[in-house]
């Protein structure tokens, strides 16, 4: 297991494991090496846990690291090149331009702007739709590409979604949203909060079945 250690303007110790099941520290400046390894040191078990997880994802979900298939709504959709200028979904095929077959950056761009276009004809109506049975419409529904979480919801009654939540199984993308929803109720994670969301869907189940999908957040 690969550990690297990194100084950052941050007051307390954070542990990231990567999709290639690589480990990076970020430490306090006013920290010593040596005390951030003893933390790690600590981790150990939590470590090798999140470090097993990630690499059976990349097992699992091989073509979309690789960038050959994307998923939709839980379910794997390849990606092929033709003479096109954008991303047109087939039935089970993505085709993009075949330019981007060589490029990995242009590809991951190509197809994020693709996810970006599927999230904002589909997330705000799903949202609607809950929003209608949890019994509060949002004030704004916002979507973005955020770098850590699936979705947050403001005292202004605002909520953001993260545009990969389409790449999600349906019933995990509908938690995110009925969870967000949710919040418009309850500002917390109290047991009130939890039971509004229990009326929709098996919260306790959604939250264990979507650490297999976190990978995605920073996929592209």
Not at 27 to 32: A, G, H
Not at 160 to 184: D, F, G, S, T
Request: glycine share 2%; charged share 30%; with cysteine.
């Amino acid at each position: 297991m690969q550990i690297s250690y990194f100084k950052a303007d941050r007051k307390s110790i954070k542990i990231e494991d990567t999709k290639k099941g690589e480990v990076r520290v970020f430490y306090p400046k006013n920290t010593s090496i040596t005390r951030a390894q003893e933390f790690v040191l600590q981790k150990e078990k939590w470590i090798e846990n999140k470090v097993k997880q990630a690499l059976g994802n990349v097992e699992k979900h091989r073509e979309v690291f690789d960038l050959e298939s994307i998923t939709l709504l839980g379910k794997h959709v390849k990606i092929d090149f033709c003479d096109i200028k954008k991303a047109h979904l087939t039935e089970n095929i993505l085709l993009l331009p075949e330019k981007l077959k060589n490029d990995e950056e242009g590809l991951k761009k190509a197809i994020k702007q693709f996810i970006t276009r599927f999230a904002s004809e589909l997330l705000p109506q799903a949202t609607s739709f809950f929003a209608e049975k949890v019994g509060k419409c949002p004030a704004k529904v916002a979507i973005s590409h955020q770098k850590s979480i699936w979705g947050s919801c403001n005292a202004k009654k605002e909520i953001r979604l993260n545009a990969k939540l389409v790449m999600l199984p349906k019933h995990l993308m509908e938690y995110v949203i009925v969870h967000e929803l949710c919040h418009m109720i309850e500002m917390n994670h109290s047991d009130k909060f939890w039971q509004n969301v229990d009326r929709f869907c098996n919260s306790k189940q959604c939250r264990k079945d979507l650490k297999e999908y976190n990978f995605l957040i920073n996929l592209f």
